[in-house]
T-cell receptor, first 116, second 112 residues
Framework: SAVISQKPSRDICQRGTSLTIQCQVD?????MFWYRQQPGQSLTLIAT?????????ESGFVIDKFPISRPNLTFSTLTVSNMSPEDSSIYLC?????????????FGPGTRLTVL | GEDVEQSLFLSVREGDSSVINCTYT??????LYWYKQEPGAGLQLLTY?????DMKQDQRLTVLLNKKDKHLSLRIADTQTGDSAIYFC????????????FGQGTELSVKP
């Protein structure tokens, strides 16, 4: 499976600032996704990062708050804008790869964000 | 809408079998997955099952699917302390994987 890395691995930020999280894959992938895992919660899909076009956001998530870039098939960024303590979460990117008869989704190690 | 439910905690003794259960509501799910999340780590894909299968076995892992009751289970045989983690079930409702709907996760604690 693809090797996925994220930067930073963790950060502590002040309210009102923004943080950009990077996701790098060691091979070209078509589909990349960004998820949020709030403390003690499950994962929720934020958006699908589309290469060459705007990201597709899920209900409850908007581009102004979570702008996403996907400049090529191996890299994506997620920005958490104008942060508040409610944005404290683990943010994970994932990629889809062909498996046996269907596509499988693999996850990066996550970025643990704490907003004070 | 789609919903996936799991019990939150399970505690077993080393060497016993663990059974983690999951129910889902989307009858059009194509694939169902089990992921493992160890403390401070990302998610590791353990196994998956296609919705037209009843059972899938992979070494110590056995996945059972009851499509009529929309019930999925993961059995871990001979549970080890290294199996202690949070286990998430997830369903896909795009035919080629894509968007995943996750359950809340079951925290498995294995006591020596």
């Amino acid at each position: 499976s693809a090797v996925i890395s994220q930067k930073p691995s963790r950060d502590i930020c002040q309210r009102g600032t923004s943080l950009t999280i990077q996701c790098q894959v060691d091979s070209q992938v078509t589909m990349m996704f960004w998820y949020r895992q709030q403390p003690g919660q499950s994962l929720t899909l934020i958006a699908t990062a589309n290469q060459g076009s705007e990201a597709t956001y899920e209900s409850g998530f908007v581009i102004d708050k979570f702008p996403i870039s996907r400049p090529n098939l191996t890299f994506s960024t997620l920005t958490v804008s104008n942060m508040s303590p409610e944005d404290s979460s683990i943010y994970l990117c994932s990629v889809e790869e062909p498996g046996q008869g269907h596509n499988e989704q693999f996850f990066g190690p996550g970025t643990r964000l704490t907003v004070l | 809408g789609e919903d996936v439910e799991q019990s939150l905690f399970l505690s077993v003794r080393e060497g016993d079998s663990s059974v983690i259960n999951c129910t889902y509501t989307d009858s059009s799910s194509t694939y169902l997955y089990w992921y493992k999340q160890e403390p401070g780590a990302g998610l590791q894909l353990l196994t998956y099952i296609f919705s037209n299968m009843d059972m899938k076995q992979d070494q110590r892992l056995t996945v059972l699917l009851n499509k009529k009751d929309k019930h999925l289970s993961l059995r871990i045989a001979d549970t080890q302390t290294g199996d202690s983690a949070i286990y998430f079930c997830a369903e896909s409702y795009d035919n080629q994987g894509g968007k995943l709907i996750f359950g809340q996760g079951t925290e498995l604690s294995v006591k020596p």
